[in-house]
Structures are given as structure tokens and as C-alpha cells.
């Protein structure tokens, strides 16, 4: 039987489906279909919106899914059972970046509001409902908290007197005029799964492979490969301009007095260690791509 995996819809799908293809597996999507095509016949998958993934894994529907903590969280605080869920993959990536998202209480810019708990008695808008229903009580503060079916934003101080919504940079929140109170929660991907899927070997194997390659793909974004050549006599120079993953791999050539130099640098160095490593007399640069760091 294979394994059934949801895919998020909506938001992550792009981004998703990128980083799958850089972990080796071509996921083809139909805009009138749900089920996606894997070049992996052991796979099945699903487009799913990420917040209803942590209940269809946890109710067995699916096998595994990938999904935000916040709304796993979400679900564990209403009928969700915590501990149903299993997360076999901490995967760093959201919609614009490489980095986590965050849940914000934002109120707008002239608003006499300075915290949390000036909102005593006031209406929050968001999607996140539970979570900021938690956020609020743990700090003793009662507030109306209602369901936004999106545009959020656009929600202050009309429709609401503040927001709790997620943003990577803030700047859609600054180009509606909104100000940061507090941070709710923050949230990255998550690759999770059942206990019933897990307790199958076959399945609990198949995905520990699909983290490992998942994982590797976000290590080697923004990394590139460089190898080079380099007189023995000149490899403390070139050495000391060079920054590494762990240490630079270094090769005897079929002239002992060269050696090859391999390592791997932030892609965003390139363009000026390159002419400096040949000013430090080292020849057949070569910059090459990096699709997986496997750690």
C-alpha cells in the first residue's frame, strides 16, 4: 500500500512542490485535480489546505502530511488530541524565504493601543482563532475573538480593533498601515505523522528517507560547490580566504606539488572570493551548483 501524503494547498504549494523537485521528486499538478502526480510510485498525494492537514493525518485519512505548528497547534487546542501527531521533519521554508513566519498582533498606526492588555474588552480578528484565544487568557485579558475568512488586514479599525495574522517581512502589514504589538506564535513547516503510520516499518522508513532528502534540500539552498587547483606551496594562502561548511576537502594531484580543493561556500560569496582565491594563486576555479547537503 503506499504511502498517503498531503501536500499543502494554497500558500506553501508552490514553494512545497519546489523544494520536493530539489529533493528529487517531480510533483506534477493538475488545476482541476486534488491529486497530484509523483514520480514515485510508492507515493500517493493529496492537496490538502494547511489547515485541516494535522486532522486528516491525525483521524488516519492520511499517513503524513506537511503543515505549519501554528496550525497544528490550532487543532490540538480545539478536538484535536495532542500527542495523536508525530513531527518527523523541522522543515525551515515558507511562502517568500527560507525562514519561519510569524503569528503578530498588529493594531493600526494611530491607534491609542500600545498592548496586549489595552485590548481588555475589544474584538481581534484572525484565522488562527484558538491559538489567540490561548494567547489572550494566559495573559488574563478577555477579548472577542472572531473567525476572518481572509483580507485581514483590511479588518482594523472597522470590522475590528486589532488582527492577529502571519507575515514573513511585515510589509504587508506596513502597506495597510498596521503596527506590531506582540509576536503570538511563530510557525515553520512541518513534516507529520500518525502513530499508525509510524508503527508500520515499511511507512516509518519511507518517510525518515523523504525528511533526509527534504532536510538536504533546504541545507544546500543558497550554498554552491568550489572546487579548485592549487601549488602546495600556495594552499595556506587560499585556505585562509576560505570558509567551509565543515573543512575543505583537499586532494593530492598526479603532480605532487598541486593539490585540488574542494568546499562549500554561501552562493552570495562567490562573486568576491572567486577573484580573490585567484589572486591567491589558485587556478581551475569552478562553482557548481547544489541541489542536497545531506548532514
Known amino acids: 500500500m503506499p504511502l498517503k501524503l ?25 488545476a482541476r485535480s486534488y491529486f497530484p502526480i509523483i514520480d514515485d510510485p510508492e507515493i500517493e498525494c493529496l492537496l490538502i489546505r494547511a489547515q485541516e492537514m494535522a486532522r486528516y493525518v491525525s483521524d488516519g485519512v ?6 505549519g505548528q501554528d496550525w497544528i497547534a490550532e487543532h490540538e487546542l480545539g478536538d484535536g488530541t495532542t500527542g495523536v501527531l508525530t513531527s518527523i521533519a523541522d522543515l525551515i521554508y515558507a511562502k517568500q524565504s527560507f525562514g519561519k513566519v510569524r503569528w503578530v498582533l498588529a493594531v493600526p498606526e494611530d491607534s491609542a493601543i500600545r498592548s496586549a492588555a489595552d485590548l481588555d474588552g475589544k474584538t481581534i480578528a484572525t484565522e ?10 494566559q495573559r488574563g485579558v478577555t477579548v472577542n475573538v472572531e473567525f476572518s475568512w481572509g483580507a485581514t488586514e483590511v479588518k482594523p479599525p472597522v470590522l475590528a480593533d486589532a488582527i492577529v495574522e502571519a507575515t514573513e517581512t511585515g510589509s504587508t502589514l506596513r502597506a495597510n498601515r498596521l503596527r506590531i504589538l506582540d509576536t503570538v506564535m511563530e510557525s515553520n513547516t512541518q513534516l507529520i505523522a500518525n502513530h499508525t503510520a509510524l508503527a508500520d516499518t515499511w511507512k516509518r522508513t519511507k518517510l525518515d528517507n523523504i525528511a533526509l532528502l527534504l ?7 543558497g550554498r554552491v560547490g568550489l572546487m579548485l587547483n592549487v601549488r602546495r606551496a600556495d ?11 565543515q573543512r575543505p576537502t583537499i586532494s593530492a594531484l598526479s603532480d605532487d606539488q598541486w593539490v585540488a580543493v574542494n568546499t562549500i561556500i554561501e552562493e552570495r560569496t562567490a562573486r568576491d572570493l ?5 589572486g ?12 542536497k547537503i545531506v548532514l
Request: charged fraction near 15%; glycine fraction near 8%; proline fraction near 5%.
Open 280 to 291: 591567491a594563486k589558485a587556478q581551475g576555479i569552478v562553482e557548481y551548483p547544489l541541489n
Open 215 to 221: 532536510k538536504a534540500a533546504i541545507e544546500a539552498h
Open 6 to 30: 498531503g501536500l499543502p494547498k494554497g500558500s506553501l504549494q508552490d514553494a512545497t512542490i519546489q523544494l520536493f523537485a530539489r529533493a528529487g521528486f517531480n510533483v506534477y499538478v493538475n
Open 62 to 67: 492520511l499517513d503524513a502530511g506537511l503543515t
Open 235 to 245: 594552499l595556506d594562502g587560499v585556505l585562509a580566504l576560505l570558509p567551509a561548511l
Open 128 to 137: 488562527l482563532v484558538r491559538v489567540t484565544r490561548a494567547y489572550f487568557a
Open 274 to 278: 572567486i577573484p580573490r582565491l585567484k
